[in-house]
């Protein structure tokens, strides 16, 4: 069916984001070849299972998926490895895919990322991000001014995130999601 990935480009996809998830718990970075190989195995595929409209496709869901993550990219809140898991995981799933994936990252991570702002500091004793916030609110309401102060080192929010855990909670929702 056109437009719709392959059980066998959203099998790659699966293996591809879960390694990568797996190796940016353990190191809070996504290694090039993992993201690489994701790229060229979903060109390869969609060429071979949808010929030129498959791999046009799959390049138009590779553009998407960079460009989705692109601005937090600029902005320093995602890695560049994250960037181009995303890129995998569109030239594997295409566009609708990977633009369903990353809806269902961003949604999954801004819950592991509140339940981990909000439990994680307790556990590991780092400090509370909640003192900042004040101190920016305080500032606000005194002068009228947007302040940012950015976090220490030692508050959980200057912590990384490992996003590629996201990343492949929302390509696991798409690769099974009905066309």
Same mark, same amino acid.
């Given at each position: 069916?056109?437009?719709t990935?392959?059980?066998?480009? +959203?099998?790659?996809?699966?293996?591809?984001?879960? *390694? *990568? /998830?797996w190796?940016?718990? #353990?190191?809070?970075?996504?290694?090039n070849?993992i993201?690489? *190989?994701?790229?060229?195995?979903?060109?390869?595929t969609?060429?071979?299972?949808?010929?030129?409209?498959?791999?046009?496709r799959? @390049? +138009?869901?590779?553009?998407?998926g960079?460009v989705?993550?692109?601005?937090g990219?600029?902005?320093?809140?995602?890695?560049?490895g994250?960037?181009?898991? !995303?890129a /995998?995981v569109?030239?594997l799933l295409? =566009?609708k895919?990977?633009?369903?994936?990353f809806?269902?990252?961003?949604?999954?991570?801004?819950?592991?990322?509140?339940?981990?702002?909000?439990? *994680?500091? #307790?556990?590991?004793g780092?400090?509370?991000? @909640?003192?900042?916030y004040?101190?920016? !609110?305080?500032?606000? @309401?005194?002068?009228?001014?947007?302040?940012?102060?950015?976090?220490?080192?030692?508050?959980?929010?200057?912590?990384?995130f490992?996003?590629g855990?996201p990343?492949?909670?929302?390509?696991?929702? /798409?690769? @099974?999601? =009905?066309?």
């Amino acid at each position: 069916m056109a437009g719709t990935p392959s059980i066998i480009a +959203a099998v790659i996809a699966l293996f591809i984001v879960w *390694a *990568a /998830a797996w190796v940016d718990l #353990r190191t809070r970075r996504i290694p090039n070849p993992i993201s690489l *190989a994701g790229i060229g195995l979903g060109l390869l595929t969609a060429l071979e299972l949808g010929g030129i409209e498959g791999l046009v496709r799959s @390049f +138009a869901g590779l553009g998407l998926g960079a460009v989705l993550l692109l601005p937090g990219y600029l902005l320093r809140s995602t890695g560049a490895g994250d960037v181009k898991l !995303m890129a /995998a995981v569109g030239a594997l799933l295409g =566009p609708k895919g990977v633009l369903l994936a990353f809806v269902v990252a961003i949604l999954s991570g801004a819950l592991i990322g509140i339940g981990y702002a909000l439990t *994680a500091w #307790r556990l590991k004793g780092a400090h509370s991000p @909640f003192e900042r916030y004040g101190q920016m !609110m305080r500032f606000l @309401f005194t002068t009228g001014r947007l302040s940012y102060i950015p976090p220490a080192a030692d508050e959980i929010m200057g912590q990384r995130f490992a996003f590629g855990v996201p990343i492949a909670i929302g390509t696991t929702v /798409a690769a @099974f999601w =009905p066309a």
